[in-house]
């Protein structure tokens, strides 16, 4: 019911920018949460940052200070600011959603970002 589509990756230099967008669409109303979670080559994917209707956000250690999750007012697109990108950021990026009634989970496609001199 949910569909998310994910935009931004790109090659950048360490300690460069980039800002990843993910719009959502459908049964928007049922979204929970929204969030990022990225998986680099050879690793099990994992959280990068989470924020919720209420406002509230999460991120996990390696970016915290660095990036910065946010969305628009109709709760229907997320961003993900990435700043002083380094090598280890180097990821496919995967916007989600958290949906209720029933609870389940939509997956976008997934991004690529690559930092990288």
């Known amino acids: 019911q949910v569909q998310l589509v994910e935009s931004g990756g790109a090659l950048v230099q360490p300690g460069g920018s980039l800002r990843l967008s993910c719009a959502a669409s459908?049964?928007?109303?049922?979204?929970?949460?929204m969030g990022w979670d990225r998986q680099a080559p050879g690793k099990e994917r994992e959280l990068v940052a989470r924020?919720?209707?209420?406002?509230?956000?999460n991120y996990a250690d390696s970016v915290k200070g660095r990036f910065t999750i946010s969305r628009d007012n109709a709760k229907s697109t997320v961003y993900l600011q990435m700043n002083s990108l380094k090598p280890e950021d180097t990821a496919v990026y995967y916007c989600?959603?958290?949906?209720?009634?029933?609870?389940?989970?939509?997956w976008g496609q997934g991004t690529q970002v690559t930092v990288s001199s």
């Open positions: 459908g049964s928007i109303f049922s979204i929970f949460s």
């Open positions: 924020i919720t209707n209420g406002g509230s956000t």
């Open positions: 989600n959603a958290l949906l209720i009634s029933p609870r389940r989970t939509a």
